[in-house]
């Protein structure tokens, strides 16, 4: 393996890991409930949060992971409350009075802006590896998430980010996030699966869409009828265009309207995969056999399909689980270790699950790892959705830019960090305190230098 090409013929495979960039919790993590179709942020909606033990399990589980030798990064939240928006909006005056007035008025706006949804990092961009790209490199789109207004703010940060940190030319290239318009609603690497053999070796991209937004069928039971479908095919076809990928390396799968219609608000709530297994519940796709064979056909080693029956655990559960928005991580023995959250206990069926058909089953999956990111789960948000994938050989993650890739000094400064400027309890109402919004810039500059990255930030721009 060490000598091997891939089929490209220039680039070795040898020393490729897959990085996992998990995404910090922002100092104004809350439950404003604003998220249609995501169960978990509906229902705790109101709820006092804890910025501070949030941010802390996030670091526990990347602390842990990479303590078990797993690639591990992290990416910075957004600047939030965003008043540049608010201001867009028409709010005037000064930062406090910006708060205020839009406190009084429009609520709703003053908790969008707040949002500290960038910590699901899944959502942040679709990678291709250089594996897979015709010119060898790295190649990132930044999801424009148009579906709602919260994540709509964060793309142009996102991308300033990703630029800063991946910004070698030789190795990675950056594309716009796509246009910001119903038709081209993209959701990011939550909807976007690899399957390959080996990290280093040519793979198929499974793209998983909600909906299409040209020509779409009126037959029953083809779209959602209680929540929307937030992925559309157009998107996923054209971030597959603008990386290169050629019709041989793509499958694009419809999700299960029914699924959407349980609170599946994107795919990874659904399934899950990594190296040749997919792991899956029975109603994550329209069309089941149709995706396993267009994987089979395109996929250069057979896929290890591991799939999850209703009658064993019910959309229902895998919802309130979040099962499926588990990390599954490879080992170097070709074992696979399952990271699912402390929800997936508490269900007996999705426990008994795990045991019969993953632990005892005829799959790599060997281990299951369980981790409490309770403070994120009761956004929706399980340790899937806490990071974003990105495939990297040792000359592309020698040439990363800023201090991002953790190791224990990292980890102890952040800690630090978290408890210095975090506070431990936070409501709703406390949003428009206008000493948050001037702790949280404190928070952020100080994380900038920390994290070597330079003004990504609008504050730290003009």
């Not at 790892?369 to 309770?374: E, G």
């Not at 948000?381 to 994938?389: Q, S």
């Not at 224990?408 to 709703?428: F, I, N, S």
């Amino acid at each position: 393996m060490s000598d091997a090409m891939n089929d490209i013929g220039e680039r070795p495979i040898a020393d490729v890991r897959e990085v996992n960039f998990d995404g910090l919790v922002g100092p104004t993590h809350n439950y404003s409930g604003l998220a249609l179709g995501n169960l978990a942020s509906m229902t705790h909606q109101g709820l006092v949060a804890n910025p501070k033990e949030a941010a802390l399990q996030g670091l526990g589980k990347m602390k842990a992971l990479m303590d078990a030798g797993y690639a591990q990064g992290v990416l910075p939240p957004q600047q939030r409350p965003d008043l540049g928006a608010l201001r867009r909006l028409g709010f005037q005056g000064s930062d406090a009075q910006v708060l205020a007035r839009a406190a009084g008025e429009a609520p709703q706006l003053l908790r969008a802006v707040c949002s500290a949804s960038s910590m699901w990092t899944a959502n942040a961009a679709t990678v291709t590896p250089s594996a897979d790209a015709p010119d060898g490199r790295v190649h990132f789109t930044p999801a424009n998430l148009q579906s709602s207004f919260h994540r709509y703010l964060e793309p142009d940060t996102t991308g300033r980010v990703l630029a800063s940190i991946f910004r070698d030319a030789r190795h990675f290239a950056h594309h716009p996030a796509l246009p910001g318009t119903p038709a081209f609603s993209d959701e990011g690497a939550a909807n976007h699966t690899r399957l390959a053999a080996e990290y280093g070796e040519a793979g198929v991209h499974l793209f998983v869409y909600g909906r299409a937004a040209f020509g779409w069928g009126e037959e029953e039971g083809v779209a959602p009828r209680r929540y929307p479908a937030r992925q559309t095919l157009e998107a996923s076809q054209a971030i597959a265009r603008q990386h290169g990928l050629s019709e041989s390396q793509v499958v694009f799968a419809q999700q299960h309207p029914e699924a959407i219609d349980a609170g599946v608000f994107h795919n990874d709530v659904i399934a899950v995969g990594n190296g040749p297994v997919l792991l899956y519940h029975e109603r994550a796709f329209l069309d089941e056999q149709g995706t396993l064979e267009a994987l089979r056909a395109k996929m250069p080693t057979p896929l290890i399909p591991v799939r999850v029956l209703e009658e064993a655990v019910s959309l229902e559960d895998a919802v309130a689980s979040y099962l499926f928005n588990s990390q599954l991580l490879a080992n170097p023995d070709g074992t696979m270790t399952l990271v699912v959250p402390g929800e997936c206990q508490e269900r007996e069926s999705v426990w008994r699950t795990i045991q019969d058909l993953l632990l005892a089953g005829h799959n790599p999956i060997s281990e299951v790892v369980v981790k409490d990111v309770k403070q994120s789960m009761r956004n929706g948000g399980g340790p899937a959705c806490l990071r974003l994938r990105v495939v990297l050989s040792a000359a592309e993650r020698a040439a990363l830019a800023g201090r991002v890739l953790l190791d224990d000094g990292l980890h102890g400064d952040l800690t630090a960090w978290v408890e210095r400027h975090y506070r431990d309890r936070l409501a709703p109402e406390d949003l428009a305190d206008p000493q948050l919004a001037a702790e949280t810039l404190t928070a952020l500059d100080e994380l900038t230098r920390l994290l070597s990255l330079g003004a990504v930030y609008p504050f730290q721009r003009g």
